[in-house]
């Protein structure tokens, strides 16, 4: 029962599943790509070139014999490989367009800034201690919150000059 239940487990995973589904969409996207390069690309290119169908494009290696059973064709179909050569480039085409979106994306949810935490227990009873001394001061709450939570920039004063101060004059003794 130990290895059943292990492999629901595997099943229902969420990478599995989602693998699976790009299996099946791979494999629906290839008879797409396949058609749109066997009816729609290709033909217009062996136009240019002199009206060629480039799937019938091939190396003769050796000829067939009178009975292509017992002696089919030997041949290099150097056409077949260019229209699968090509089907791999939209593809390939295709995958980098999705996933520099995808790409993009993540890029932009790493731009958004994360939403401020919220205090502390420690940090809000301080926060309830600083707004009653403010009440009794006879300060505003809203007035008392800004002063402490934004400090005031301190402008860096500058250095005093070492200068020596003038001795002190001793008073004259009195006489008496």
Do not use: C
């Amino acid at each position: 029962m130990g290895m059943v239940s292990e492999f629901k487990e595997f099943i229902s995973k969420g990478n599995v599943i989602d693998l699976a589904v790009g299996v099946i969409i791979g494999a629906a996207f290839g008879k797409i790509v396949t058609s749109l390069v066997d009816q729609v690309v290709m033909p217009p290119i062996g136009l240019l070139i002199g009206g060629i169908d480039f799937s019938d494009l091939k190396l003769v290696l050796k000829a067939a014999g009178d009975d292509p059973a017992k002696a089919p064709e030997v041949a290099i179909q150097y056409g077949a490989f260019i229209n699968t050569a090509i089907q791999f480039l939209i593809v390939a085409f295709v995958i980098f367009l999705v996933v520099k979106a995808i790409n993009s994306l993540r890029r932009k949810e790493a731009e958004t800034p994360a939403a401020p935490a919220a205090p502390t227990t420690s940090e809000a009873l301080l926060m309830e201690i600083r707004d009653a001394l403010t009440v009794r001061q006879g300060m505003p709450k809203a007035a008392a919150a800004q002063t402490v939570a934004t400090p005031k920039p301190t402008a860096a004063k500058p250095a005093a000059k070492a200068t020596p101060k003038p001795a002190a004059k001793k008073a004259p003794a009195k006489k008496k």
